[in-house]
């Protein structure tokens, strides 16, 4: 079944306008096994369980990926091994249940961090696998949102990593197992990521070398972005994997770890709803729909109008004119008591009506579970999982 053929089936049967969540799982298991063959010998692919936790994507997922990186005790119960758990603010609980768990590796970010860990191990009497974040002093390619080469919260400054690497190699209970470099969100230059993968080698290498690490795992992890403002204009896998490959002199034994959230699942949802009203006012046009920021807040936190498509509906049963607006500008608004509920703004359409339903694509990752549900509580959408085995 098609996003259109719900909504037609919808339509004919329905007792309240459609706002419903469609995941292509069909689309998620091709586009993954597409990433997956794409990428070298020496690369693992895990999947950033914040990017989209439904558990109908994680289970489709779980055979396809080598993993999963998880980011908070509640994630990790959401998923099998293997699993990398990192955090920049991890409870004493989460790091227990982490430990339990046996975790492939966890991050750490701070010395506090570092000797927590190594505290709760040896009362466990384990030795866990950790590996260090690093905020880079420079060169991360700039993107939406920087977590490195910037002041954050994120990571251990580059400056101290050789202190926390001889602090963690006096240590019992912990073993530097590697180093992991997530340092932006959504990048959208192929070369530029590949340039970043590459810097990220040769620093841990350098730090291997420079403290006799045995380090077997540099973790780059995820970054790789959707273009929202001009979807055709997508990020260049095929350039992205190739450069990859032609890395294999620079690996030098290590294993490379991605950890793709946003690009994996993105493309597979859609948010679909239904238009309430269209309207004027002070010579600008809005059509409200059933929903809102309140189940889509990707737009409104990145303040940008979301990639967005018109089913039009021409069926039209009460008795009276049906609002709309041709070949103008038009700002698409929720059901919320907010200004700031907007998932498009000012852009053009050749016609829109009361009744016509807004497909918003994109919407696999970043979307419902960021979102402040119990606002004004509406009622949630449907969520509807489109399964044609590919």
């Not at 409200?288 to 807040?297: K, N, P, Q, V």
Request: with cysteine; aromatic share 10%.
């Amino acid at each position: 079944m098609r996003i259109e053929q719900y909504i037609e089936n919808k339509k004919r049967k329905q007792d309240g306008p459609i706002c419903a969540y469609l995941y292509d799982l069909g689309q998620l298991r091709n586009h993954v096994r597409i990433i997956k063959s794409s990428l070298p010998a020496f690369c693992r692919l895990f999947y950033a369980v914040k990017a989209n936790p439904d558990p109908r994507i994680l289970g489709t997922l779980a055979p396809l990926v080598d993993g999963f990186e998880v980011a908070s005790g509640g994630e990790l119960e959401k998923v099998k091994s293997p699993v990398l758990f990192g955090a920049p603010a991890k409870k004493q609980v989460e790091i227990e249940k982490a430990i339990d768990a046996g975790v492939e590796a966890m991050n750490i970010e701070s010395f506090h961090d570092l000797n927590r860990i190594e505290w709760l191990s040896k009362q466990k009497e384990v030795v866990t696998p950790i590996m260090i974040r690093v905020n880079l002093s420079r060169d991360v390619p700039e993107s939406h949102h920087m977590m490195s080469g910037v002041p954050t919260q994120f990571g251990v400054d580059e400056r101290d990593v050789p202190m926390i690497i001889q602090k963690a190699q006096q240590m019992s209970h912990v073993s530097v197992e590697g180093f992991h470099f997530h340092a932006m969100s959504n990048n959208l230059k192929a070369e530029a990521h590949l340039q970043f993968v590459s810097m990220c080698l040769e620093k841990a290498k350098s730090w291997r070398d420079r403290f006799g690490l045995d380090i077997r795992t540099v973790d780059v992890g995820g970054g790789i972005g959707i273009n929202y403002w001009n979807p055709e204009d997508k990020f260049d896998w095929d350039t992205f994997a190739s450069g990859l490959h032609k890395l294999e002199p620079q690996m030098d034994g290590l294993t490379l770890v991605l950890e793709l959230g946003r690009f994996m699942t993105a493309a597979s949802g859609s948010y679909v709803t239904e238009v309430i009203d269209v309207k004027a006012n002070h010579d600008h046009h809005f059509a409200l729909i059933r929903g809102g920021t309140h189940h889509l807040r990707l737009p409104a936190a990145w303040k940008m109008s979301h990639p967005f498509r018109i089913h039009p509906v021409e069926e039209w049963e009460l008795p009276y004119e049906r609002p709309g607006v041709t070949k103008a500008e038009v700002t698409i608004a929720g059901e919320l008591c907010t200004p700031n509920d907007v998932l498009v703004k000012s852009e053009y359409v050749e016609e829109l009506r009361a009744g016509d339903v807004v497909i918003f694509d994109y919407a696999g990752a970043y979307a419902w579970t960021i979102s402040h549900h119990e606002f004004l509580s509406h009622p949630e959408p449907e969520f509807i999982y489109l399964d044609e085995k590919h």
